[in-house]
């Protein structure tokens, strides 16, 4: 072609359709044949661009002596972006140029090699802002295809002002494993200097899934081992610990043991060290306190027994006097006055019966004191029982020849039932009945009360009389103790044995002209239970 087109009066138009099939054949996207002075010959891309003049002719004798370029090609349909090289063929004087490119799209992306994890991408920039086409890999997976290529924008704004390679991480979503890191590298067109335009922008991904699954494996292996040493530092450190707390546990033990009455408590001792000598020491001083319970135990046995010897015949020493002393009458009136000795022997016959039920009196409540029955708990209503007190004392508070005593019932409707000995009780609460009837000698006022508090049962026996002094309430339910003339000081003693037997306490609240109050608290069933609980 380019022989014939060299002599005169040459015609190009044989050569129309020469461009497209030469394309064809080289594989190429974009292929002109362009004569000396501009012309196109022929045009593979364009066929109806023959005869027109080439845009760039003048720059083709430069082109002809470069490497390839890129380049925008305007098309029928539109503009395409290519690589493309000039090269000249030169006969005779009128030289013809092969102006020859591919195009950078799909096809082009998917015949770089890349490694796995990492893809190609190119921008092709048609205006101020990040607005051209992104051209990607068709064989890249799907996910990768419909991310939002504005995540891209700032990358691409960057290269595109400074027409430098820059480099950015990319958060496609929450997910660390999505991340990519991007290389970005403008592709320049023709030109010198800073003039050239930027045509296109490569975009070169790097997943960053490796290295993020690798850290978490890093992560969870660290994670592991570090697990591992605490679990082992843990185990070690509590075996450790247990050498040395073992013992110091077993001493606290036994201390508890020996808190709760447990003299017998021992601990081993299990080397010659301190916690060793401790653990000997406390043995030593266990046995050592064994011995001196006993002894204090026998002491105190003798005492209570001299005691009760001592208040015995106190109180038997009583009624013996005038027992001695109406014998001694009767004899006498038998000597001296044979005929009034009848009268004198009625007389003395009442005083001796009168002394010796006082004795009986006395050796009962020595002999009910001492001989105290366990509880036999059944349910019951405690209002029942204080009623029964009242009418039992009633025609006593009301009787000819002594100050009318009033009383006052109080009694809580709503009062649950608990499990109690109704026997003992009636017992405890007629004690504290009678000792408020001998407190007010001048008449008053007694009060019977029952009422619920935090799961306890209150019963109130509360009189008008004169009141007890700070030190009689504080020695009042000691055995023995009494502050009346002819009484044994048991009664109260009695009932306090009663109320500890059911799990009470019994308190007492009075002073001096303000009468006095014996408060019981018996426990309720929810608080019975929890304590038959706490003692299985």
């Not at 403008?186 to 030109?191: I, K, M, N, R």
């Not at 009633?394 to 000995?421: F, T, V, W």
């Amino acid at each position: 072609m380019a022989v014939k087109l060299s002599r005169p009066q040459a015609d190009a138009g044989p050569y129309f359709e020469l461009a497209r099939t030469t394309a064809e054949n080289s594989r190429l996207d974009f292929l002109e044949f362009v004569e000396s002075d501009g012309t196109i010959i022929s045009s593979a891309q364009w066929p109806a661009k023959f005869g027109y003049p080439e845009g760039a002719a003048g720059s083709l004798a430069a082109s002809a002596d470069q490497g390839a370029f890129l380049k925008q090609e305007d098309l029928q349909d539109g503009t395409a972006l290519g690589l493309f090289a000039v090269r000249v063929t030169r006969v005779g004087e009128r030289p013809v140029y092969v102006i020859g490119g591919r195009r950078l799209d799909r096809s082009f992306l998917s015949g770089i090699d890349m490694p796995v994890g990492m893809r190609v991408l190119l921008y092709q920039n048609q205006g101020q802002r990040f607005a051209g086409e992104l051209v990607v890999d068709p064989s890249a997976p799907a996910m990768e295809k419909v991310r939002p290529a504005a995540r891209l924008e700032p990358l691409v704004d960057s290269v595109r002002q400074s027409k430098e390679e820059a480099t950015s991480l990319v958060h496609w979503s929450g997910e660390t494993s999505e991340d990519e890191v991007f290389h970005a590298i403008p592709l320049l067109g023709a030109g010198l200097g800073k003039d050239r335009p930027v045509l296109a922008i490569l975009l070169i991904g790097n997943s960053r899934r490796g290295y993020v699954e690798l850290m978490r494996r890093i992560r969870s292996a660290a994670l592991m081992v570090g697990g591992g040493g605490i679990l082992l530092a843990i185990l070690l450190s509590s075996w450790a610990a247990a050498r040395v707390t073992r013992p110091v546990e077993q001493l606290a033990h036994a201390a508890q043991e020996v808190a709760a009455g447990n003299w017998n408590a021992r601990v081993d001792v299990l080397g010659d060290d301190e916690l060793g000598q401790l653990a000997d020491s406390f043995n030593r001083m266990t046995t050592e306190l064994l011995g001196q319970k006993e002894r204090l135990m026998q002491a105190e046995r003798v005492a209570a027994w001299r005691e009760l010897a001592r208040r015995l015949a106190h109180e038997l020493k009583n009624p013996l006097f005038p027992l001695q002393l109406t014998v001694e009458n009767l004899v006498r009136a038998r000597q001296q006055n044979p005929e009034q000795f009848e009268e004198v022997f009625r007389e003395s016959s009442r005083t001796l019966l009168a002394e010796i039920a006082n004795l009986k009196g006395i050796i009962g409540k020595f002999s009910e004191f001492s001989t105290m029955p366990q509880p036999q708990l059944r349910r019951l209503q405690i209002n029942e029982v204080i009623r029964g007190v009242a009418q039992l004392f009633q025609a006593q508070m009301e009787g000819p020849g002594r100050a009318k005593i009033s009383y006052e019932l109080q009694l809580d409707p709503h009062l649950e039932p608990i499990s109690a000995d109704a026997e003992l009780l009636h017992r405890a609460v007629s004690n504290l009945v009678l000792n408020a009837i001998d407190a007010m000698p001048q008449g008053g006022t007694m009060t019977l009360r029952t009422r619920p508090d935090n799961g306890k049962v209150m019963i109130e026996v509360a009189d008008t009389g004169a009141g007890l002094t700070p030190e009689e309430c504080e020695q009042i339910f000691t055995p023995y103790y009494t502050s009346k003339e002819h009484g044994t000081g048991l009664g109260l003693a009695i009932v306090q044995s009663v109320v500890s037997d059911h799990g009470g306490r019994i308190r007492v609240q009075s002073a001096q002209g303000r009468g006095t109050t014996f408060v019981i608290e018996l426990p309720g069933d929810s608080i019975q239970r929890r304590l038959l609980v706490e003692h299985c």
